[in-house]
T-cell receptor, first 114, second 114 residues
């Protein structure tokens, strides 16, 4: 069975400082991993995905994530936060062979302050 | 651009009413999904469909049914709405492919059952 744990329900950073959103996963098979973002009153948008190619994945808006199998982690980072990054972020896992089924984490709300 | 539209952004219904939530996608995707999103719980899969007239239960199908008569349209039905079905409902679609493809989400329908 697959599962994902987002370690922080809420993260607050100052504009211009680094962002770290933590995610740990559990999977019986080789997983595919995603980060989605949801801005207020908007649908979810894919930030980036890992599907067993390069372990460092670059996404949109300057975000990136590193797949670490030994730590079963897929943390999301950004060097410098912008006010427009304030949103809810979801870490998502899917096992190979269950191509249609995604398991979502409970979300991390990112607050960016001046 | 892929577009997934949902029939209503906000809906208020009474306990016991039959409720239809409609979702339409315009990119000829084979897979379509219904999720509900609740604070602190992330997104949970209700049902999905991988072809016309085909459906599979997700993690929380109780109290819901679905219909897919045409490829572009996927309906979620609450046969007899209850207050514990008050939630945000998100529809998504994706292509079938060799690797896992991202899901594209609609803006959501916030349903309140009184």
């Amino acid at each position: 069975a697959q599962s994902v744990t987002q370690l922080d329900s809420h993260v607050s950073v100052s504009e211009g400082t680094p962002v770290l959103l933590r995610c740990n996963y559990s999977s019986s098979y080789s997983p595919s991993l995603f980060w989605y973002v949801q801005h207020p009153n908007k649908g979810l948008q894919l930030l980036l995905k890992y599907t067993s190619a390069a372990t460092l994945v670059k996404g949109i808006n300057g975000f990136e994530a590193e797949f670490k199998k030994s730590e079963t982690s897929f943390h999301l980072t950004k060097p410098s936060a912008h006010m427009s990054d304030a949103a809810e972020y979801f870490c998502v896992v899917s096992e190979s062979g269950t191509a249609s089924k995604l398991t979502f984490g409970t979300g991390t709300r990112l607050q960016v302050t001046l | 651009d892929v577009k997934v539209t949902q029939s209503s952004r906000y809906l208020v219904k009474r306990t016991g009413e039959k409720v239809f939530l409609e979702c339409v996608q315009d990119m000829d995707h084979e897979n379509m999904f219904w999720y509900r999103q609740d604070p602190g719980l992330g997104l949970r899969l209700i049902y999905f469909s991988y072809d016309v007239k085909m459906k599979e239960k997700g993690d929380i199908p109780e109290g819901y049914s679905v219909s897919r008569e045409k490829k572009e349209r996927f309906s979620l039905i609450l046969e007899s709405a209850s207050t514990n079905q008050t939630s945000m409902y998100l529809c998504a679609s994706s292509l079938v492919g060799i690797t896992l493809n991202e899901q594209f989400f609609g803006p959501g329908t916030r349903l309140t059952v009184l």
